[in-house]
């Protein structure tokens, strides 16, 4: 049978099982050598399965019988105490992390129509978790597409360069102190390839592995990793004025202050009036802005206002209104336009963003807004003008702004003060350092694209 073809439901080869279990949608051992999933695009129990693009499918676990309203939390164990369906694929998986088993193999097919489904082929199920925007506990199950062949009841293994090796994840672990990268939880947890092992990643430098919990890794998927794609320029402010049509952006917050997209100023350094902070993955976590001097001379003991005495929203109502109308489907994200200062009068062009989330908290003294904003490639053009930073992390801003000092703000090998861009003398994809400033030097966008990855 060939994947994706349309098949008969009494013609499935596991009809007879299926059947016998009134149709139901997770059928443990219903192939003898693996499992079966049924997908029903409107379904009237009103399960949520997603198919995503890079194949993988997160699946929802079932309910208890008959419930409904979906008021209980999903079962792990059936009334008589036996294992749910839910059970019995956790505790595969579970066997399957401590290494006890392989990865169930698991058949699913997706129902188009009465009678008629279309066989998506096999999946391995490699993680499960608890849905955190439900008050109740609903599993999700993590299906990747594998190669299987059910006449010799093995699937083809994974090639033996992909496999971490012991003393990188000891040293991962190690470094990563036991948590995710993203958000600190602690179980459970998988070694990740920043990138990706199909895209040439290595499993043996440390420094392209990393930790992440179940939720962080599927969200990931096989994406590359921002700093792969983003596209940074060094600009005047004269130049940031000429970009945005000559508008003289002075606010860190200025809320639509284009028709298409909003712009923020950030800054990173230890002296900076706010806190934001640039993780990782790229995203960006914006601190809002305080009350007007004529309010109190005291702006840092003051709650940050979403509302000015007026009654008229301020920049953080502005934002943060628009981050919840997103996060309730309302409206798109907000397209947010960065860019971020190393020294006076000197600026990066951090490129667009997009407004994720917004929330307060308590900095010790007060409250404060803070504004999720993750990296967005939709408006970035291919330019000539810009070089495209491949193989490249994020060089902080105390290197970026040592950096352009000791190169007095110009291309080291024309002495041009246009175009300029962070270039690593030794590239990262070679093992060099992003963190010290010794390996880093001013470039034009010209002498950067001649010199590429070569080492000069």
């Known amino acids: 049978m060939k994947l994706n073809s349309l098949i008969d439901w009494k013609v499935m080869p596991e009809h007879g099982f299926l059947k016998d279990q009134f149709g139901r949608g997770m059928n443990f051992g219903a192939g003898v050598s693996y499992s079966v999933f049924l997908i029903v695009d409107k379904n009237d129990r009103g399960y949520t399965d997603v198919i995503m693009d890079n194949g993988s499918i997160i699946y929802e676990g079932h309910d208890e019988y008959q419930d409904f309203k979906k008021e209980k939390d999903q079962p792990i164990l059936n009334k008589d105490g036996t294992q749910s369906e839910n059970g019995k694929f956790i505790d595969a998986w579970r066997k399957f992390q401590k290494g006890e088993r392989d990865p169930a193999i698991i058949k699913v097919y997706r129902k188009v129509d009465k009678g008629v489904w279309v066989d998506l082929g096999f999946y391995q199920l490699i993680g499960v978790f608890k849905d955190n925007k439900t008050k109740r506990t609903v599993y999700k199950f993590n299906l990747k597409p594998c190669e299987f062949d059910p006449n010799y009841s093995q699937k083809i293994e994974i090639p033996h360069e992909r496999k971490i090796p012991g003393h990188v994840m000891k040293k991962v672990f190690i470094r990563d102190k036991g948590k995710c990268k993203n958000c600190n939880e602690t179980s459970p947890l998988h070694y990740d390839h920043i990138l990706p092992y199909s895209k040439g990643g290595s499993s043996t430098n440390p420094d392209n592995i990393q930790l992440l919990c179940e939720r962080c890794n599927l969200n990931k998927g096989d994406q590359l990793p921002y700093w792969l794609y983003k596209k940074m320029q060094i600009i005047s402010y004269n130049q940031l004025v000429i970009n945005e049509d000559g508008k003289q952006v002075q606010k860190g917050m200025n809320f639509g202050i284009q028709k298409s997209y909003s712009i923020v100023l950030m800054s990173t350094e230890k002296n900076s009036p706010y806190n934001d902070e640039i993780f990782d993955d790229g995203v960006i976590e914006y601190e809002g802005h305080d009350v007007p001097k004529n309010i109190t001379t005291d702006k840092k003991s003051v709650d940050q206002p979403i509302s000015s005495p007026r009654g008229t929203l301020t ?25 971020r200062k190393i020294r006076p009068g000197v600026w990066v062009d951090m490129g667009f963003y997009n407004l994720v989330d917004g929330y307060t908290k308590h900095d010790g003294k007060r409250n404060v807004f803070k504004f999720l904003l993750e990296p967005t490639f939709e408006e970035i053009k291919e330019d000539a003008d810009f070089v495209d930073l491949l193989h490249n992390r994020s060089i902080p801003g105390e290197v970026q702004r040592e950096v352009y000092e000791r190169d007095n703000g110009k291309c080291i090998k024309c002495g041009s003060n246009e175009n300029l861009h962070f270039d690593h003398i030794l590239p990262f994809s070679k093992g060099g350092s992003s963190k010290v400033a010794s390996n880093i030097q001013l470039l034009c966008a010209k002498h950067n694209l001649q010199k590429g990855a070569k080492f000069i």
């Open 315 to 339: 920049e953080n109502g502005k934002f943060y209104n628009a981050a919840e109308n997103y996060k309730e489907g309302k409206r798109d994200a907000a397209k947010i336009k960065v860019y």
